[in-house]
């Protein structure tokens, strides 16, 4: 490893890739100059020796004075904000703001002198103009009127904070639910649409007032079909695989023959909902692709035809470009395409789109189609009483062939991917093989990719997690054909994506949730909590500097606590220190077996003591007593939610997710099913004695 000069440590500062860092244990992290220099060209940024360096330093000088405006500007709604204005020095200017519902708002100017700047042989200066406090929420535009002409920029202006809704206890609960792994005796082999909207409506009658599932988003619509709902190839539009065939409204009229061509595809994967075998996405997939396009053949009434059209202008542009991409993958074999189609904006693209034309039209058929039972779905939910109804969960990025890079290869960086550093948990480091958002392309769009992303993931929930919410902050960019130990992090303008984020729920009426777990620097938990976006806390990870587990008083207030996560095992798998011997069969620890069998095993006697402690169990503890107590503990805290994993409740001790590996364990291909791996299917959950007592005791302990 070779250490960075001085020269290549400033040019990085500027550009915000982080030279050095510290893991959560502590250890002291340093960049490598040939990391540094990757991480710059995945930039744009030319870099290597002192005058490479120096020379790239005075452009990012120079940048922001050779724009009129800036990119896009991002201010908070009540507070103070200043918009630097670039002209020919002692030349006149005029600010205004044209509000979005209309109407002009003009800008003073501030007695704030700063010092003119040469560029290119011309002096600039620089008049500064404050923003009203007064203006309304929502996307305006900026218009500077000076002597070259009209310039224009992007504002927005968006809410300080959001607030939780009043709540009848002041507090929620709600399930958290792979629901991919959540069949019913209708369900074609993998949990959908229907079983969210069955199970909304149950979890609503049993007080519950959230349900948390797993990232929905769309992989490439070819077998083998991606697995991981954290590996998406958009992160705007949804999975139809999700989608219940029978449940659209033009399966009523079609004929015999057609409905049971329907059937006959439901028939071929319904067996599996009642096995307890590994899901397989590919024969799902093939089913009710089998079924949808008999359905889409059908046609549509005039009515329905003019709905779905609104939808299609509804979503624009995107929409089109991803069911072509769609279409591409369909005709290629796959997501990785030929050069001559490599990104929409090749000369080979506008002929596909004639065409695949009728192609393109079924693929924005399935998202509306979709998009229909989503919203179904959240109506169920509401109508049970749910404050928040659907969760989402948003994917911190997208797989490395995908349609969102494809759609908008400028906004994504080249050469590098992104990962997490070594913690306790992953001691190798992770390397999730996902290209990152460029944070300049972002600025320049005025953060188009994520204000599209964020509409349409919350348009039909009442809240959304954000994995790795870190990602808004920083994330640990991995150069192509390195290790992960051998990356560094990247800064991203968090107080303007965040913004930008902040606007977009108070426009769909939604709640966020960053997941703040691992290594996060103490000041973003404050910031995050100064926003009001809630974190998160996970039992097991909730501990003092000793290892003693946190006293339930002294958890956060404004996080969604919980006993466990997805990347662990169910309560019962942990508390038999499954996840050691898992992580043992598969090579992933870092030390000897027996000294991390050991520190599990002292983890739960801990735990345990801690239980007693507070009279939630008494000696020799049932493993059904144990996993109640865990979860009366969490209702202890005075933490704003709690979920209660759907695993938990019924007993299920297998991980859904081993992190590290691939091929290795069946990540996220797990169907539910109780202690005895017999599956359990939604019309169980009514009269499941294990769930049954479990919400019992934590409404009781909630009060």
């Not at 994504?412 to 390397?431: I, K, L």
């Not at 539910?672 to 019309?683: H, T």
């Amino acid at each position: 490893m070779t250490h960075p000069s001085d020269s290549l440590t400033e040019l990085a500062a500027a550009y915000g890739v982080e030279t050095e860092s510290w893991t959560m244990d502590g250890e002291h992290l340093t960049a490598s100059a040939e990391s540094l220099i990757k991480c710059l060209a995945a930039l744009g940024v030319p870099a290597g020796d002192d005058a490479t360096n120096a020379e790239s330093l005075r452009a990012r000088a120079d940048e922001e004075w050779r724009r009129t405006l800036p990119y896009c500007v991002v201010a908070r709604a009540g507070s103070i904000h200043n918009v630097p204005v670039h002209v020919v020095d002692g030349s006149a200017v005029g600010l205004v703001v044209e509000l979005e519902g209309g109407g002009t708002v003009d800008l003073a100017q501030v007695d704030q002198w700063v010092q003119p700047r040469e560029i290119d042989g011309v002096l600039m200066g620089r008049a500064t103009f404050a923003l009203p406090q007064s203006l309304p929420l929502g996307w305006h535009t900026l218009v500077a009127t000076t002597a070259d002409g009209v310039h224009t920029a992007p504002l927005a202006v968006t809410p300080g904070r959001i607030d939780l809704p009043e709540l009848e206890t002041g507090r929620a609960w709600g399930m958290m639910v792979q629901l991919y792994s959540v069949r019913s005796k209708r369900s074609w082999g993998l949990g959908d649409a229907r079983d969210l909207a069955e199970m909304s409506g149950l979890f609503g009658d049993l007080g519950a007032d959230f349900v948390l599932i797993n990232p929905i988003n769309a992989t490439a619509p070819v077998v083998p079909i991606t697995h991981s709902p954290y590996l998406p190839s958009t992160r705007r539009f949804f999975s139809p695989l999700y989608i219940r065939p029978e449940d659209i409204e033009e399966v009523a009229y079609l004929s015999g023959p057609q409905r049971a061509l329907v059937e006959w595809a439901a028939e071929e994967v319904r067996p599996a909902n009642t096995r307890n075998e590994i899901i397989n996405r590919d024969d799902v997939w093939e089913a009710k692709t089998q079924a949808l396009e008999v359905i889409f053949a059908h046609g549509l009434s005039r009515t329905r035809q003019r709905d779905f059209e609104r939808f299609q202008e509804e979503q624009g542009e995107g929409l089109q470009d991803y069911a072509l991409w769609c279409a591409l993958c369909e005709k290629n074999g796959g997501p990785e395409l030929p050069p001559e189609l490599a990104n929409s904006q090749t000369p080979f693209i506008a002929r596909q789109r004639r065409e695949l034309a009728e192609r393109v039209q079924y693929h924005c058929w399935t998202q509306w189609i979709l998009d229909q039972q989503l919203e179904r779905a959240q109506a169920e939910a509401k109508a049970a009483g749910m404050a928040f109804g659907v969760m989402q969960d948003l994917a911190v990025g997208v797989f490395p062939f995908n349609a969102d890079k494809w759609s908008n290869p400028d906004a994504f960086a080249e050469g590098v991917t992104v990962g997490a550093p070594p913690d306790m948990y992953n001691q190798q480091g992770q390397n999730w093989s996902q290209p990152p958002w460029r944070p300049d392309t972002l600025a320049r769009t005025a953060y188009q990719p994520l204000r599209d992303m964020a509409r349409a993931v919350m348009k039909h929930a009442g809240a959304l997690r954000i994995d790795h919410v870190m990602g808004l902050f920083r994330l640990w960019w991995i150069p192509e054909g390195a290790l992960p130990t051998e990356g560094t992090y990247v800064r991203y303008n968090h107080e303007e994506m965040i913004g930008v984020l902040l606007l977009e729920a108070h426009r769909a009426g939604a709640i966020l949730i960053g997941e703040d777990l691992g290594t996060v620097e103490p000041w973003v938990r404050d910031y995050l909590t100064e926003r009001g976006i809630l974190g998160t806390s996970v039992m097991w990870f909730e501990k003092y500097d000793d290892g003693q587990p946190r006293h339930a008083g002294d958890y956060r207030r404004g996080v969604l606590a919980s006993v466990d996560t997805h990347d662990l095992p169910p309560a019962a798998g942990y508390l038999a220190g499954e996840h050691v011997t898992l992580r043992a069969k598969l090579g992933l620890l870092a030390e000897p077996e027996p000294v991390v069998r050991a520190a599990a095993l002292r983890e739960r006697d801990r735990m345990e003591a801690r239980l007693a402690e507070y009279g939630l169990i008494g000696e020799a503890p049932t493993e059904r007593e144990l996993i109640e107590a865990l979860h009366r503990y969490v209702a202890m805290t005075p933490s704003a939610l709690v979920g209660v994993s759907l695993t938990d409740a019924v007993g299920e001790r297998r991980t859904q997710n081993q992190p590290g590996t691939d091929q290795e364990y069946p990540n996220w291909r797990i169907p539910l099913a109780d202690g005895s791996e017999k599956p359990v299917l939604v019309e169980d959950l009514v009269s499941n004695a294990r769930l049954l007592s479990l919400i019992g005791a934590l409404r009781a302990q909630m009060g």
